[in-house]
């Protein structure tokens, strides 16, 4: 599976969360899917940053440079309302309002990663590698935190990835007294032996 195809996986993922969310019909459900999508966008969103524009650095240079500056600053507004968003009720107007400017940030931030990001990338990478990537990409979302931290540093890789990395335990906890989807099992976690 190539990187584009993994992202793809995920987003598509990302709506199925949001659309039964909105189809929820009980508070207990509404709850159950906002923690699905908030657990699923929080994992996504870093293992991205940590492992695909690092990627886009090396492989396209200042071009790559320019890009992952642009994507991490659509990636922060998602993740500043995300943050909000995962410490309102969904029995509130606000979280309405709030999750449709997630989204739609969301979905402007997907186009143009799909419709031009991923082609420039996969356009330079030697054989196997888009697989590779998107191997740590998948890899990196087990140890990753499961919710927002936008005031995280930010300022390199390495300091990004070890604030996470002190952060996921304590969410994993929260998880545990967190509800969920019954049966949403972990969404878009992908069985990788064999693909490479």
Not at 14 to 34: E, G, I, M, N, V
Not at 88 to 103: G, H, V
Not at 120 to 141: D, H, N, Q, Y
Not at 166 to 186: I, N, S, V
Request: proline letters at 6%.
């Amino acid at each position: 599976m190539k990187i584009s195809e993994a992202l793809a996986t995920d987003h598509a993922y990302l709506d199925t969360c949001y659309y039964s969310l909105k189809a929820a019909s009980t508070p207990s459900d509404q709850l159950a899917w906002r923690n699905q999508l908030i657990w699923n966008l929080a994992r996504h969103a870093i293992s991205e940053e940590l492992t695909v524009y690092p990627a886009m650095e090396k492989w396209l240079g200042v071009e790559g440079k320019a890009l992952a500056k642009e994507d991490f600053e659509q990636h922060q507004a998602v993740k500043e309302d995300l943050s909000k968003l995962q410490n309102m009720s969904p029995q509130t107007p606000e979280f309405w309002t709030l999750l449709e400017t997630l989204i739609t940030d969301l979905h402007t931030h997907i186009e143009h990663e799909k419709n031009h990001d991923m082609p420039r990338l996969e356009s330079v990478l030697p054989p196997g590698e888009s697989e590779k990537i998107a191997l740590s990409f998948a890899r990196t979302k087990k140890f990753v935190p499961t919710k927002s931290h936008p005031s995280a540093p930010t300022s390199s890789v390495l300091s990004e990835g070890l604030a996470g990395l002190l952060a996921a335990p304590f969410d994993k906890l929260r998880d545990l007294l967190q509800t969920f989807p019954e049966g949403a099992g972990e969404g878009t976690e992908v069985d990788w032996r064999g693909k490479l």
